[in-house]
């Protein structure tokens, strides 16, 4: 009989084959979240930090600022350190997820 420890290898290897094989159009930010692992409670952290910019963005927005990178730069240190900030705000441009913030974060990658 099978032990616990080796089903758990097995559907870990099942995962990454079908992460391979899923296209990731239009859903590359969630094929972020299992490429990296990342726990529920730990993508509800990146959405709380994303409606928190979304506000700052706002506020800043209202006051006729034109530069953003004060933004960018909350954004890459409270962002989880398994993600590339570069990649989340593409993958999540792709998935229109908070699409104002992430094209405005885009204008400062480099």
């Known amino acids: 009989m099978e032990n616990f420890e080796d089903r758990l290898k097995r559907m870990e290897y099942y995962q990454s084959l079908l ?6 159009e239009g859903f590359a930010f969630y094929h972020l979240i299992i490429e990296n692992q ?6 509800a952290k990146f959405y709380e930090l994303c409606e928190s910019l979304c506000k700052e963005y706002e506020d800043l927005k209202a006051e006729k600022f034109v530069f953003y990178s ?8 409270r962002l989880n350190p ?3 900030p570069k990649e989340v705000i593409m993958a999540c441009i792709d998935q229109k997820i908070f699409p104002e913030l992430m094209q405005t974060l885009k204008k400062n990658i480099s």
């Open 19 to 24: 992460l391979q094989m899923s296209q990731k």
């Open 82 to 84: 398994k993600l590339d």
């Open 38 to 43: 990342l726990t529920e409670e730990e993508v």
């Open 70 to 77: 004060p933004l960018f730069i909350k954004f890459k240190e």
